[in-house]
């Protein structure tokens, strides 16, 4: 069974990076469709970032397209996303989800979240 851990979060400065990681267990992630979301408080579920392993294929939401980056290893193991030029509104729990397929629909299997949180 699919277990994904998420890693990577902290306290970073406006304009600053990180790369967070996310480590499946149990299967690869050939032919998931990966996904990071992020949830800041009061506010809705926001999908971030999608990498297909079915086709490679990656999509970026208009918040973070130029900033952040998925990848994932060539063990098919873990994705990753990296952040730059990070601003405050980044600030929220950031959550990966593997579905089968090609979209990142937050129907998948969830890891349990890492916070990130930008300074001003």
């Known amino acids: 069974q699919l277990q994904l851990v998420e890693s990577g979060g902290g306290l970073v400065q406006r304009g600053g990076s990180l790369r967070l990681s996310c480590v499946a267990s149990?299967?690869?992630?050939?032919?998931?469709?990966v996904g990071w979301f992020r949830q800041a408080p009061g506010k809705e579920r926001e999908r971030v970032s999608c990498?297909?392993?079915?086709?490679?294929?990656?999509y970026y939401s208009s918040s973070v397209k130029g900033r952040f980056t998925t990848s994932v290893d060539n063990a098919r193991t873990t994705v990753y996303l990296q952040m730059t030029s990070l601003k405050p509104e980044d600030t929220a729990v950031y959550y990966c989800?593997?579905?089968?397929?090609?979209?990142?629909?937050?129907?998948?299997?969830w890891g349990q979240g890492t916070q990130v949180t930008v300074s001003s």
């Open positions: 990498l297909s392993n079915t086709d490679g294929s990656t």
């Open positions: 989800s593997a579905e089968g397929g090609y979209y990142c629909s937050g129907y998948g299997t």
């Open positions: 149990g299967s690869t992630l050939n032919y998931y469709a």
